[in-house]
């Protein structure tokens, strides 16, 4: 039978382990997220071009192989991960290249009105991108990663197989010394819901400060989605960011 004891025996600490995967590998694919991305709108071919394979490639890679080919193959050339690591790196190398693809079409998507009045302003690439484009890609940046951290979140549960105490390996411990397998699995099932209900709350949060730094009034919820203020008002917003930049 399933008691408290289990519960703060195994699970809290397996709570604990895939809240830490989770944000090592979220810091890691928002570093990634942004270098890729970036790259990828660069003025030089050969570093998009670059960026474009690291795209394709991990994109293209099961994280769960991936993370096996870092705990296993990888000693096999001096280098030897500890099992976390091995996840946490599997995880941020393959998500992030799916949030390079947020970051470049969030910046693409910046109106050229805003980046013409930065050449006119006379700023420099690093002027414009800091300045104009990036405080007005970012609110469109945020409920798409939002998505992908929480299916981070669930992708951890991956870790359990490489040996690294989450919460899904604890509920596997769990299952194997009570055999109970649904009270087990329902239970991973409310944490990993919760968990990802408190990123869904927190990165809401985020949008709204977001778009209140440029200007722009939130979305309401619950309803067709308008996205409020017109092209010129988030020039104009674009444009007074920038002026308080460079006084």
């Known amino acids: 039978m399933m008691s408290s004891e289990f519960f703060t025996t195994w699970f809290l600490p397996g709570i604990w382990v895939t809240v830490q995967v989770t944000v090592y ?14 790259a990828r709108g660069s003025r030089y071919w050969i570093v998009r071009f670059l960026a474009g394979i690291y795209f394709e490639v991990f994109r293209g ?18 280098w030897q991960l500890v099992p976390m690591w091995a996840g946490v790196s599997a995880l941020g190398l393959t998500y992030g290249a799916y949030g390079s693809e947020i970051v470049r079409g969030s910046l693409a998507a910046v ?20 300045l104009i484009e990036l405080p007005q890609a970012w609110p469109e940046m945020v409920p798409p990663f939002n998505n992908l951290l ?19 390996f604890a509920g596997n411990l ?3 010394g009570t055999n109970e397998t649904t009270p087990v699995y329902t239970l991973l099932l409310v944490l990993y819901f919760v968990l990802a209900f408190l990123i869904t709350r927190g990165m809401r949060l985020l949008e709204r400060r ?4 440029i200007g722009r009034r939130p979305e309401k919820t619950g309803g067709t989605a308008r996205r409020s203020g017109t092209c010129g ?15």
């Open 25 to 38: 590998a979220a810091a890691l694919g928002a570093a990634i997220s942004f270098g890729i991305g970036l």
């Open 61 to 78: 890679m099961s994280a769960l192989v991936l993370m096996f080919w870092m705990f296993f193959a990888l000693p096999l050339f001096g």
């Open 111 to 130: 109106s050229p009105a805003q980046k013409e009045a930065g050449v006119a302003l006379n700023f420099t690439r690093l002027q414009r991108l800091r």
């Open 150 to 168: 929480i299916e981070l979140l669930k992708g951890t549960a991956l870790v359990s197989v490489i040996t690294v105490a989450d919460m899904t």
């Open 174 to 176: 769990v299952r194997l």
């Open 210 to 213: 977001a778009k209140a730094g």
């Open 233 to 247: 008002e988030r020039l104009s917003a674009g444009s007074r960011s920038a002026a308080g930049g460079t006084a």
